[in-house]
T-cell receptor, first 111, second 113 residues
Framework: SQTIHQWPATLVQPVGSPLSLECTVE??????LYWYRQAAGRGLQLLFY??????ISSEVPQNLSASRPQDRQFILSSKKLLLSDSGFYLC??????????FGQGTRLTVV | AQTVTQSQPEMSVQEAETVTLSCTYD???????LFWYKQPPSRQMILVIR??????QNATENRFSVNFQKAAKSFSLKISDSQLGDAAMYFC??????????FGTGTSLTVIP
């Protein structure tokens, strides 16, 4: 069966520090991969999605970037975090024409 | 980008009663998919129900059903015989043919015992 792993679960980082969140999927090949951010009490904002290795589409210009170095690995990064980057980050994968399956999420607090 | 609108930030329902959550979306596509997700306090996203736009028949999953009005671009969720475990944030989601996956702002559902 397919599983998705996302880590870390929680993270507290100072302003100006770098960020790296990792997401991996098992049990499937060539998944579509997504990064979302959820502010407190708000909806999910699509940040990046990828349909293949090295193929990244950005939905919102911001302080973050994403990479897909391997088929089932998706990384969210920042060189210098801002206070506004705080939030709950969710990774998800889908099959073509299917629903999204989500990781457990990472709660990021920038202080 | 397509937009998904949930106009009800909060809803409440008595246990065992029925509640309907609203969702509208904006798109120029003819082929797409719609979903409702549930997010309990654990924040794990759980799929509730899905609807393919090419299907005229409304999807049902046990106590959950949808009213899909393609011309009106409306996709509401009906929860029958509400249970305490139904209390959660509910998100409407749109998946485009181009693999983008957009979510609404959510409706917080409270179930009153």
């Amino acid at each position: 069966s397919q599983t998705i792993h996302q880590w870390p679960a929680t993270l507290v980082q100072p302003v100006g520090s770098p960020l790296s969140l990792e997401c991996t999927v098992e049990g499937t090949s060539n998944p579509n991969l997504y990064w979302y951010r959820q502010a407190a009490g708000r909806g999910l904002q699509l940040l990046f999605y990828s349909v293949g290795i090295g193929q990244i589409s950005s939905e919102v210009p911001q302080n973050l970037s994403a990479s897909r170095p391997q088929d089932r690995q998706f990384i969210l990064s920042s060189k210098k975090l801002l206070l506004s980057d705080s939030g709950f980050y969710l990774c998800a994968w889908t099959i073509p024409f299917g629903e999204a399956f989500f990781g457990q999420g990472t709660r990021l607090t920038v202080v | 980008a397509q937009t998904v609108t949930q106009s009800q930030p909060e809803m409440s329902v008595q246990e065992a009663e029925t509640v309907t959550l609203s969702c509208t979306y904006d798109t120029s596509e003819s082929d797409y998919y719609l979903f409702w997700y549930k997010q309990p306090p654990s924040r794990q996203m759980i799929l509730v129900i899905r609807q393919e736009a090419y299907k005229q028949q409304n999807a049902t999953e046990n106590r959950f059903s949808v009213n899909f009005q393609k011309a009106a671009k409306s996709f509401s969720l009906k929860i029958s015989d509400s249970q305490l475990g139904d209390a959660a944030m509910y998100f409407c989601a749109y998946r485009s043919a181009g693999n983008q996956f957009y979510f609404g702002t959510g409706t917080s559902l409270t179930v009153i015992p």
